[in-house]
C-alpha cells in the first residue's frame, strides 16, 4: 500500500467525517457500495480520477484537498520555493490563546507554489493535538498567500463552514529570527460571531517551556493600547528568546 494513498484514504475518512456523513450516506452519493467506501479510506482500494473527482464534489471539495495535506516523514514532499526566508520550510507552526476555553490552539500553516509558478497556494489546520497528524485537525482552510516586503496575508475559506473567511497577516521578523506575531481574523463559532486575536509563528515546533517565553494572551499594555486606539496595534520588534525547537 502506497503513502500517498493512504493519506488519501486518511483524508476521504477526516473529510467525510467533518461534513457529518456516514459511510453509507457517503456511498449512495457516489454510487458505490459501503464496503467499496471502507476499502477507499483504508487505502485498500485506489481511486481512479474519475472517482476522485466524484467524492470531492459529494463533499463540496476541490480534488487537491486530498493531496495537500503535510507529511513529514514523507518521500514525496518537496520543498517550496519561499518568498521570504521565514517560509523557505514550507509551513508554519502557529499558536495562540483562546480565552473562552482558557486553553492554547496549535495549528498548521502550510503553503506551495501553484501549478502555473503564479503565487502561493495555502491550507490552514486548525486546533491540532499533534503536528504530526495535521488531518485530525478541527477545521481546515484553504486559499492563497500574498506577500510583500514587510508583511504576508494569508486568505482562506473554511471548507467545513463555507460562510468563513479568515485573513492571517504576518509581521516579517529579521531573517535570522525564528518566531514572529501577527494577527487572525475570522468567525468565531462560540458563539458565532466575528473575531480576532494575536497569534505567533514559529518556523519550529516550541516546547510549553519555551511558550511561556510569550505573552500569548494580551498583555496589560496591549489592552490600555486598544482602549486608547479603539483598535489591535501590534509591536512589530520585540526581543525573543532563544528556540531549540521540539517535535
Known amino acids: 500500500m502506497s503513502e500517498l494513498v493512504t493519506l488519501v484514504g486518511k483524508r476521504l475518512r477526516t473529510f467525510r467525517k467533518m461534513h457529518g456523513l456516514s459511510v ?10 459501503s464496503a467499496t467506501v471502507y476499502k477507499y479510506e483504508s487505502g485498500e482500494i485506489v481511486m481512479d480520477l474519475n472517482t476522485l473527482d466524484q467524492v470531492a464534489s459529494a463533499l463540496n471539495l476541490e480534488p487537491a484537498f486530498f493531496f495537500d495535506i503535510p507529511n513529514y516523514n514523507s518521500s514525496f514532499k518537496k520543498p517550496v520555493k519561499a518568498p521570504i526566508a521565514f517560509f523557505d520550510n514550507g509551513y508554519i507552526y502557529t499558536y495562540y490563546y483562546d480565552g473562552r476555553i482558557k486553553q492554547l490552539v496549535r495549528s ?12 502561493y ?83 519550529v515546533p516550541l516546547s510549553n517551556k519555551e511558550l511561556e517565553a510569550y505573552p500569548l494572551a494580551f498583555t496589560k499594555d496591549e489592552l490600555k493600547s486598544i482602549r486608547r486606539n479603539n483598535s489591535l496595534l501590534l509591536s512589530i520588534r520585540e526581543e525573543k528568546p532563544q528556540l531549540t525547537g521540539t517535535d
Not at 453509507?24 to 457500495?33: E, P, Y
Open 121 to 203: 497556494a495555502a491550507s490552514f489546520y486548525m486546533n491540532l493535538k499533534d503536528f504530526n497528524q495535521p488531518e485530525y485537525s478541527r477545521y481546515i482552510y484553504r486559499g492563497s498567500l500574498i506577500s510583500h516586503e514587510l508583511v504576508s496575508f494569508f486568505i482562506m475559506e473554511n471548507i467545513t463552514l463555507p460562510i468563513e473567511t479568515m485573513t492571517i497577516e504576518v509581521i516579517h521578523p529579521f531573517q535570522t529570527e525564528q518566531t514572529t506575531w501577527g494577527v487572525f481574523l475570522g468567525l468565531s463559532d462560540q458563539p458565532l460571531a466575528p473575531m480576532t486575536t494575536k497569534m505567533l509563528f514559529s518556523k
Open 108 to 119: 498548521l500553516l502550510a503553503f506551495y507554489s501553484t501549478p502555473e509558478k503564479t503565487g
Open 24 to 33: 453509507d450516506q457517503l456511498a449512495k452519493r457516489i454510487g458505490r457500495s
